[in-house]
């Protein structure tokens, strides 16, 4: 396409899609782009011959007490950002066209979904690969693109994409940081003064354990006890969870060995920040 073009409804968006060349490289967002965003919309400009990016806040995979109605949304400044990049396509659904009255088909990855965000935050993913699932159908992309950021939403994508056989391939890219080392999140802009600076516990954290793996150590609990040592000397910090666990399956390990996710949930006063490190 020679421009991008913006579609909301489904027909709109779909008369668009037939027009485009393959391979079609989908990233779905919710949004408040950041260069975390901007790298995995580089990332499929790279390799496909047409990009979608989606933006939709999607209600079903927040929480009753979750920042839903405070998350932040500016489309304005979001297209300013992605249309340097070549996109061919944005598509912003509305509600009703993802969730249309009486709606009641789910899409539900089950044991992955269980631990560690899934614990906390219950009903999230089942949002997620629901909300997913359908970009996929109606986008019907060769490649999609996710944030390493999100390592559990990544994985049970991946476990989506195979059971239910979708033809796409799933492509991960690595997690975007500030100059000092925060991941870059739509949520940092809740975190102010101290809280900033406190935020950044969960980086030093992670690279304490890598120091430890790195040095030799492959008792996963001892990487664990690690995390919580330099968290709990953080005393804005509340620990939700921290994880050491095989990267695909996420059941925590005993021994470090393969590709393993070092992975954790962090209070800064009241908001929730999640981070990880890859160890392979
Ligand atoms: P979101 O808008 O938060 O739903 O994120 C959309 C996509 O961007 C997801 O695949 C995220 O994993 C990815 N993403 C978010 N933050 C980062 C980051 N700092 N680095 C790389 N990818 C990210």
Same mark, same amino acid.
């Given at each position: ?59 079903t ?44 088909t ?12 899934g614990?906390m ?7 997620v ?9 109606a ?13 559990? !939403?990544?994985?049970? #994508?991946?476990?989506?994409?195979? *059971?239910?056989?979708?033809?796409? &391939?799933? =492509?991960?890219?690595? %997690?975007?940081?500030?100059k ?57 910090? !509340?620990?939700?969870? #921290?994880?050491?666990?095989?990267? *695909?399956?996420?059941?925590?390990? &005993?021994? =470090?060995?393969?590709? %393993?996710l070092?992975s954790m949930?962090?209070?800064i ?12």
């Amino acid at each position: 396409m020679e421009q991008m073009i913006l579609a909301s409804g489904l027909d709109e968006f779909r008369t668009v899609r037939l027009l485009l060349d393959p391979p079609v490289g989908l990233v779905p967002t919710m949004g408040y782009l950041h260069e975390g965003h901007l790298s995995l919309i580089r990332a499929a400009k790279a390799k496909c011959k047409s990009v979608v990016v989606s933006i939709f806040v999607n209600p079903t995979q927040f929480g009753p007490n979750e920042d839903l109605a405070k998350y932040p949304r500016d489309l304005q400044h979001d297209l300013k950002l992605i249309e340097p990049l070549g996109v061919d396509l944005v598509w912003t659904p509305t509600v009703d066209v993802m969730y249309p009255n009486g709606f009641q088909t789910w899409v539900e990855v089950d044991t992955l979904t269980k631990r560690l965000e899934g614990e906390m935050r219950p009903g999230h993913f089942k949002g997620v690969t629901t909300v997913v699932a359908k970009l996929f159908n109606a986008v019907q992309p060769q490649k999609a693109y996710f944030g390493q950021k999100d390592a559990q !939403q990544a994985a049970v #994508i991946r476990r989506m994409t195979q *059971d239910l056989n979708f033809p796409i &391939e799933i =492509v991960v890219c690595p %997690t975007v940081r500030e100059k000092d080392g925060l991941a870059m999140s739509s949520r940092n802009r809740y975190l102010e003064g101290e809280d900033r600076k406190a935020a950044l516990v969960l980086f030093r954290a992670l690279s304490a354990a890598k120091e430890v793996y790195e040095a030799g150590e492959r008792n996963a609990e001892e990487l664990r006890r690690k995390m919580k040592e330099v968290i709990s000397a953080e005393p804005r910090a !509340q620990m939700q969870y #921290i994880s050491c666990a095989d990267y *695909d399956t996420l059941e925590e390990l &005993e021994t =470090v060995k393969g590709k %393993t996710l070092l992975s954790m949930a962090v209070l800064i006063g009241k908001t929730r920040l999640i981070d990880n490190f890859v160890l392979s």
